[in-house]
């Protein structure tokens, strides 16, 4: 089978790029570049799973689907204890950090790195996809939505655990592909990514904490967390829209894939989801209105009297007959 006259375009751009990186002794990219060219000249066809934009050095790497996916396998390891993503290889503009592109084994923490882990993310046990620098990040831009998930411990354990999983998972070459790389400083980093759910997952996810109110605004926190999302899918959309510079978000793309039809290898992320009426991380009423036991609690008696108390200035409390 001989490639088609977009496959020869490709392959003589690459050739071109092999020459130029290896003139100036720039081995990271003539690395990156040499992969490329090896599955074309290896799959012919394969080029369609390639799509590089030479002003700005971005490659888009689109998985090919049903007989063709056998192709992209060769150039990843889809196995547990695997990574799609480790370290930081660069950063933004604005200071945010961005993955490597490796798919390379799991990492065993240091004891220090492992507790800090484990406080935060305690699904996540043994090897981990993340270095102590990509998990102080993760600490510190979960840490942002924590005020206002706080109120509902089922729906914030939910949060973190959907964060924890995408930084840290040491299975993550099942549940994530890199679609998109871009060269920052002479090195390739992260710029796209599929991330492999289940829509049940993440339709739980999002009944957990569609109803949480912050605090006394009384107004849904997913109003500050989702953009007033009123469905899983425009919160995932909200999660994963790549930021500007300056702005906050995700500074790479996160693509949320439900539909699983063709796929060989994926094994979608499935963590357990707590229910917001759940006996261990229960909710209030306020923020789980859905819960069994706001149903079977009775509602008083629009006749009853009831009792209240309140404190004016620092007298001892009194209590009124009637409250409203």
């Known amino acids: 089978m001989e490639l088609s006259a977009g496959g020869n375009f490709v392959l003589r751009r690459l050739a071109f790029l092999l020459a130029i990186s290896s003139f100036f002794q720039d081995f990271e990219f003539l ?5 490329v060219y090896k599955a074309l000249t290896t799959f012919p066809g394969c080029y369609q799973m390639f799509c590089y934009e030479m002003f700005n050095f971005k490659i888009t790497l689109v998985p090919p689907t049903g007989a063709q996916q056998s192709n992209a396998t060769t150039l990843k390891t889809y196995a547990e204890g695997y990574c799609s993503m480790y370290g930081i290889c660069g950063r933004r503009s604005d200071g945010k950090i961005l993955n490597c592109p490796y798919n390379v084994p799991s990492v065993k923490p240091d004891e220090l790195l ?6 935060l993310c305690p699904t996540i046990t043994g090897n981990v996809c993340c270095t102590a620098d990509q998990f102080d990040t993760l600490r510190g831009q979960v840490q942002q939505a924590i005020p206002f998930l706080v109120g509902c411990p089922a729906c914030l354990r939910n949060f973190l655990n ?4 995408l930084s840290c ?3 993550q070459s099942l549940f994530i592909n890199v679609t998109s790389v871009m060269k920052v400083n002479d090195s390739l980093t992260v710029d796209g990514i599929d991330f492999y759910v289940t829509s049940q997952y ?3 996810l999002f ?13 849904r926190a997913m109003d500050f967390v989702g953009a007033g999302a009123q469905n899983y899918k425009e919160w995932l959309a909200f999660i994963g829209h790549q930021a500007n510079p300056n702005e906050p978000g995700s500074p790479y793309a996160i693509a949320f894939q439900t539909n699983l039809n063709d796929l060989v290898r994926i094994k979608p ?8 009426g759940d006996s261990s991380l229960g909710c209030s009423c306020g923020d789980c209105p859905s819960s069994s036991v706001c ?3 009775a509602s008083p008696s629009p006749h009853e009297k009831q009792a209240c108390a309140t404190r004016i200035g620092h007298r001892d409390k009194v209590e009124l007959s009637y409250c409203a």
């Open 31 to 35: 690395d990156s570049i040499f992969l």
């Open 114 to 119: 492992s507790l800090k882990i484990q406080s």
């Open 162 to 165: 959907l964060f924890c999983e």
């Open 169 to 171: 998972s040491p299975n």
């Open 202 to 204: 993440v339709e739980e």
């Open 207 to 219: 009944n957990s904490c569609k109803d949480v109110k912050f605090g006394t605004m009384n107004t």
């Open 269 to 276: 992320m499935n963590v357990t989801v707590y229910s917001c």
């Open 295 to 297: 149903f079977d609690s």
